[in-house]
């Protein structure tokens, strides 16, 4: 008896932690993609001709701090799964 409730317990506390890190890594993704983005127009401001380099190194790093989110969501989404 006592280990059932203690199961369920340890069920409901990952799947807190794992909505909690999920949370986490979609701000962290939002924070990071927003530098991003307002650090490539204040280059573009102070340099025009290098604007489609800029805008392109945007593209991509926005693209794998994208890709490091979606990552961490997943394991979140497994890790709460599993219990």
Known sequence: MFS???LELVGNISSLGAGVGAGLAVMGAGMGIGRIGGSAMEGMARQPEAAGQIQTAMLI???????????????????????
């Open 4 to 6: 059932n409730v203690l």
């Open 61 to 83: 790093a926005a693209a794998l701090v994208e890709g490091a989110a979606l990552f961490a969501i997943a394991v979140c989404f497994l890790i709460a799964g599993n219990v």
